[in-house]
C-alpha cells in the first residue's frame, strides 16, 4: 500500500511554527512548547490547507502570535489525483 503525506507549515518568529499533517506520526517526538503541530487524518490537501489556516486563526486571536503571514502554496508536491488513486 502507498502512503503519502502532506504538511503545511506557518513560521510565526524565529522559534515558533504551526506544522499541520495528514498523519498522527508527527506526536511520536516531543517538541519545545513554541512548535505548535496538529493533525488531521487526510489525503485531502484542501481539507488539511483549511484545518491549518484556522489552527494558525486561533493561535493568533487566542495566544496573541503575531507577524503571521498565510498563504496558499504555489506549487504542491504531492500529486492530488496520485493520493485518490493509491499511485
Known amino acids: ?15 515558533s511554527s504551526l506544522t499541520s499533517t495528514g498523519h498522527d506520526y508527527a ?3 516531543p517538541r519545545p512548547p513554541q512548535l505548535f503541530v496538529q493533525s488531521k487524518k487526510t ?11 484556522e489552527g494558525a486563526k486561533f493561535l493568533i486571536e487566542e495566544y496573541g502570535v503575531r ?21
Open 27 to 29: 506526536f511520536t517526538l
Open 67 to 87: 507577524n503571521v503571514e498565510i498563504y496558499q502554496p504555489v506549487e504542491v508536491i504531492i500529486n492530488q489525483e496520485q493520493i485518490e488513486h493509491g499511485k
Open 1 to 15: 500500500m502507498n502512503q503519502s503525506n502532506a504538511e503545511f507549515i506557518t513560521q510565526f518568529s524565529k522559534n
Open 43 to 53: 489525503n485531502d490537501l484542501d481539507q488539511l490547507w483549511d484545518y491549518h489556516s
